[in-house]
């Protein structure tokens, strides 16, 4: 079984260029998550996706959008990158609200 | 907000010690995880614990909702334990998990 899947591992962006993070979730998961990890601190809640809808939002701005297709993978948009959207962004995959699952993350990197 | 707390931030063990890291959090939860941040980034999942107490291995957790807290017991420590451990709270009226700050762990030879 293979477990939530991202791509790519890493990525280094211009400043103002946009960057799109992909998610393939568990298998029999139905729901995406999006969070951001900065150096030396604990990830933060971006969006949840479930149904193909947005249906929590954390608190970033509308720079990021994401999106959710019928098999349940999920895309994270950023639009004109800043310095500080340098990150680790991890993708989690739920049965609904039950245990988390995690992929290994995208690193990127904004120059 | 809802705060999560861990403590302590950073220990430094010998190995074949034991130690106990700490989880309070501020509100009703639904769902506790506890995770291993290994150094390429990736989060294990180590106890979904919403209640109650697991084992699995030299790991256990125990998890008393009623007083707000969650604790992650490592014995016989060994230096693959080494990392950041975090804990993360799934809580009433939303479905993000909130993670605290997570314990930098480093088990010496």
């Known amino acids: 079984d293979a477990g939530v899947t991202q791509s790519p591992t890493h990525l280094i962006k211009t400043r103002g260029q946009q960057v799109t993070l992909r998610c393939s979730p568990k298998s029999g998961h139905d729901t995406v998550s999006w969070y951001q990890q900065a150096l030396g601190q604990g990830p933060q809640f971006i969006f949840q996706?479930?149904?193909?809808?947005?249906?929590q939002r954390g608190n970033f701005p509308d720079r990021f959008s994401g999106h959710q297709f019928p098999n349940y993978s999920s895309e994270l948009n950023v639009n004109a990158l800043l310095l500080g959207d340098s990150a680790l962004y991890l993708c989690a995959s739920t049965p609904g609200i039950g245990e988390a699952f995690f992929g290994q993350g995208t690193r990127l990197t904004v120059v | 907000g809802i705060q999560v707390e861990q403590s302590p931030p950073d220990l430094i063990l010998q190995e074949g010690a034991n130690s106990t890291l700490r989880c309070n959090f501020s509100?009703?939860?639904?769902?506790l995880q506890w995770f291993h941040q290994n150094p390429w980034g990736q989060l294990i999942n180590l106890f979904y614990?919403?209640?109650g107490t697991k084992q699995n291995g030299r790991l256990s957790a125990t998890t008393v909702a009623t007083e707000r807290y969650s604790l992650l017991y490592i014995s016989s420590s060994q230096t693959t334990d080494s990392g950041v451990y975090f804990c993360a709270g799934l809580f009433s009226g939303t479905y993000k998990y909130i993670f605290g700050t997570g314990t930098r762990l480093k088990v010496l030879a």
């Open positions: 614990i919403p209640s």
């Open positions: 996706y479930y149904e193909e809808e947005e249906r």
């Open positions: 509100d009703s939860v639904n769902n």
